[in-house]
């Protein structure tokens, strides 16, 4: 009742111009503060703002010198907290097959034979990285990238300190992580702090190198320098025991980063490990790997960080010449290159390079190369573009991705492509590369046995090995959508003529220059289906080729994708005419009914004059 009352009273309140006035004054006033409290406004009243938006806006400024890697599907960033941008869809992993590190985990997996290209990798409790903690923190926002061209899992963070109001007044900790892909034993972590704010900022350093009791350290002295030797053992799904020994650099316990200033820490670790096969040797086995890390410990402190990093640049540079590029995806089954580059990022990271290992003799080596150079009988079998179990798109954990890498080496096995797996990354990545396509060995020649319906997707099969030659082989889309081969081949020390010719051979072979312009054949089909495409060193082989095949037709890429697909049956066009010719027959019969059928009136009325003048309608 009162509010009754007072509702009827609020009509002759408003009549009031001294009403009016103080209730639009109060609405200006609103809309100002709103507007100045924004984040791009001026900040009237600090105590208002969000700490959680000046750091995202932080991290959207400090990540733009990834986007170009992003875009070209490079790489993959996350923002850890849950920001806007999307998930990593799989773990931060680095690795070079003997070390595997998860940099969101801070956990370490080690090889239980590091000498063998398909050794185990077992989960230890050593904590490979150091951990910083900002002190009087009042936000802070998290980013991670995993650069694939440059075999680096990045972490970026944003920290607002004190009354820090402004994006540029944040805290940055960034840090890259990297497992050496040619020194099997070195971890690397770079730690960059800069801090643009007027106060002196303090991190604590956590570097708890173990969980739980399973390590015994020690404290060594090299020169001026000090490192920790650490030994433990880590127990296999088997219970097989490995030996685990790690020498990591000494940090302080605590960070102060001057005002306007920036801070550079290198961490260096070793790893040496060793699975043990007799009990009564473990303290023999434990001083070996104590005296080898302490070795490569003293000859790493003595060369900079700097050069070991771009050291490993160049190396996995090397290691990625080969790839697959996704340029034009038609359909849902496809993977995308964020997709493939992912895959081939995990599965380089958890296989050894013995190319790269110092140790194996040059009679060793030579043997690997020419693995690679001519890969007999690999792949036989039909491509893996469309196995979503090879290119997953979602990768759940390092189990899963353990998992994956073991599915794709038994993959290739049993598809021709023994001698590759066993030449190791190089190996794993030709192999990969040449599934993707559908590209086979044989004794004589490189063939393309892709399957003709898939081929309106465009892509890019790069640095296909063959005898010491270096072949990128594309599919791609003329202005009508009409399939062409597109092939090049990577200049050489020493010339080695190339020759190819589409299906069927029945033009003459082409050879194939290091032009900068490719060579281009037209798709063709035969029947029976054959490769699309022959590469051979032997001119001669190909030019007979064309007499063994025994073709009863050779179609262009159109013609047989329209016999595939005629369209629909003549039964169902005929079906749909009849109920046309049904339809228009039933209505004409409505129309004659009504009009010139029993009792139908007449179309026209004739119209006669009544003796008394008026109009009567007949």
């Known amino acids: 009742m009162w509010l009754q009352q007072r509702l009827k009273g609020l009509p002759m309140l408003l009549s009031s111009s001294w009403a009016r006035r103080m209730l639009a004054c109060l609405g200006i006033l609103l809309i100002f503060y709103w507007y100045l409290s924004s984040e791009g406004g001026f900040r009237l009243f600090p105590g208002a703002a969000d700490p959680r938006t000046v750091t995202d806006g932080c991290v959207q400024v400090e990540t733009q010198r990834w986007k170009s890697a992003i875009d070209h599907s490079n790489a993959l960033m996350s923002h850890i907290d849950g920001g806007s941008l999307g998930q990593l869809s799989g773990p931060a992993v680095v690795g070079n097959g003997h070390l595997v590190v998860d940099a969101f985990s801070n956990q370490l997996w080690v090889a239980s034979s590091p000498a063998s290209g398909l050794a185990a990798v077992h989960l230890t409790d050593y904590v490979p990285l150091v951990s910083l903690t900002p002190l009087g923190i009042r936000s802070a926002s998290r980013a991670a990238l995993i650069h694939f061209q440059e075999g680096v899992v990045s972490l970026l963070q944003c920290i607002q300190i004190g009354s820090s109001h402004t994006t540029h007044e944040c805290v940055t900790l960034r840090e890259d992580v990297i497992v050496h892909r040619s020194r099997p034993h070195l971890l690397l972590q770079r730690i960059h702090i800069s801090n643009p704010t007027d106060r002196v900022t303090v991190f604590e350093v956590n570097k708890s190198p173990v969980i739980g009791n399973k390590f015994s350290s020690s404290l060594e002295k090299q020169n001026d320098q000090e490192f920790f030797l650490l030994a433990g053992r880590a127990v296999t799904e088997e219970r097989e025991t490995i030996l685990v020994v790690v020498a990591t650099e000494k940090v302080a316990t605590r960070l102060q980063v001057a005002a306007k200033s920036e801070f550079t820490e290198h961490v260096v670790s070793v790893v040496y490990t060793l699975e043990l096969k007799d009990l009564t ?338």
């Open 281 to 618: 040797e473990v303290e023999e086995s434990f001083g070996k790997l104590r005296k080898a890390a302490k070795a490569e410990m003293s000859e790493l402190l003595r060369l900079g960080a700097e050069e070991l990093y771009q050291e490993h640049r160049k190396v996995w540079g090397d290691l990625i010449n080969s790839g697959v590029e996704m340029k034009k995806i038609m359909d849902a089954h496809t993977p995308s290159s964020a997709v493939v580059n992912k895959t081939l990022f995990y599965v380089l990271s958890t296989s050894p390079a013995p190319l790269l290992d110092l140790q194996n003799g040059a009679e060793e080596r030579e043997k690997l190369e020419a693995s690679l150079n001519y890969a007999d009988h690999c792949f036989t079998g039909h491509a893996t573009m469309h196995a979503e179990n090879l290119w997953p798109a979602h990768i759940a954990d390092v189990a899963h991705l353990l998992q994956l890498s073991n599915l794709w080496r038994l993959t290739l096995q049993k598809r021709g492509c023994k001698s590759l797996v066993g030449a190791g990354a190089h190996g794993m990545m030709q192999g990969m590369v040449m599934s993707f396509g559908g590209l086979q060995f044989t004794e004589n020649h490189l063939q393309f046995q892709a399957d003709p319906s898939v081929l309106h997707n465009s892509y890019l099969l790069r640095g296909i090995h063959y005898n010491k030659d270096l072949i990128n082989l594309a599919v791609l889309l003329d202005g009508d959508e009409k399939p062409f081969l597109h092939v090049s081949v990577k200049p050489q020390e020493k010339q080695v003529k190339l020759y190819g010719c589409e299906a069927g051979c029945m033009n003459d072979p082409v050879e194939l220059t290091a032009e900068l312009k490719g060579h281009t054949f037209p798709v063709m089909v035969t029947r029976p289906i054959t490769p699309l495409l022959y590469i051979s060193t032997d001119l001669t082989h190909l030019q007979a080729l064309r007499h063994t095949l025994h073709l009863k037709a050779i179609l262009a890429h159109e013609d047989h994708m329209a016999e595939q697909y005629p369209g629909l049956p003549f039964l169902f066009w005929f079906s749909v005419a009849s109920l046309i010719t049904l339809f228009h027959l039933f209505l004409f019969k409505l129309i004659y009914n009504e009009y010139c059928g029993p009792g139908a009136k007449p179309i026209f009325r004739s119209k006669v004059r009544g003796s008394d003048g008026a109009i009567n309608v007949s």
